[in-house]
């Protein structure tokens, strides 16, 4: 589609329609679950750790920053959130030493504990570091939430709760579009609503 875009102009609409057509094709019922996790892990003390890589990553310190400061900011009532991406130091020493597919799954092992809840975010669903992270937080009483797009990938099988923003392969940039305005409809959400 964006190959028959003449001019800038053009292409601006196209990748606009193409995004909206993408966040209009996301099951509702998904992120009503994930709200509810989100919501009963605060009420029990539960830490939510996010994770990703590229423009992911981003995602993930993104949606850990603002559900943090932004839901409830003038209480002591906020989410326990942390990015697994965040700690550049200890990140790449896990990927020297151990192999980047550990970086995510070597954190969890140290500071998971069970029923925290642990967010891969993945536009293709497929990405090996996440994999092993839900594997091991599912095996250990984790409640896993995936985030993802194409046609899901592996993670979608494998996260408890997953929401799917359909999409063509290979299309990251409308993909990780829909999953930072995701964070911004559950964040702005359960701020205004006073959950």
Same mark, same amino acid.
């Given at each position: 589609? =964006? ?30 679950? $994930? ?13 939510? =750790? ?12 993104? $949606? ?14 906020? $989410? ?23 970086? $995510? ?59 799917? =923003? ?25 701020? =205004?609503?006073?959950?």
């Amino acid at each position: 589609m =964006f190959d028959n875009s003449k001019s800038i102009e053009q292409y601006s609409k196209d990748y606009s329609d193409y995004l909206h057509s993408i966040l209009q094709k996301a099951d509702s019922k998904p992120i009503s679950a $994930f709200v509810g996790v989100l919501l009963k892990a605060r009420q029990d003390g539960r830490r939510i =750790f996010f994770m990703g890589n590229g423009g992911s990553a981003s995602t993930a310190s993104h $949606f850990a920053a603002d559900l943090c400061k932004n839901v409830s900011p003038d209480t002591k009532d906020k $989410f326990r959130t942390m990015s697994l991406v965040d700690n550049s130091a200890l990140a790449t020493a896990l990927a020297n030493d151990l192999g980047y597919e550990n970086i $995510f799954v070597e954190q969890l092992s140290a500071m998971m504990e069970k029923g925290d809840v642990v967010v891969g975010i993945s536009a293709s669903g497929n990405s090996k570091n996440i994999l092993k992270a839900v594997e091991y937080a599912n095996s250990n009483g984790g409640i896993t939430i995936g985030i993802v797009g194409f046609d899901g990938g592996q993670l979608k099988k494998e996260a408890m709760h997953c929401i799917h =923003f359909p999409s063509y392969s290979g299309e990251y940039g409308p993909v990780e579009d829909a999953h930072i305005i995701l964070n911004h409809i559950i964040v702005t959400y359960l701020s =205004f609503s006073k959950k």
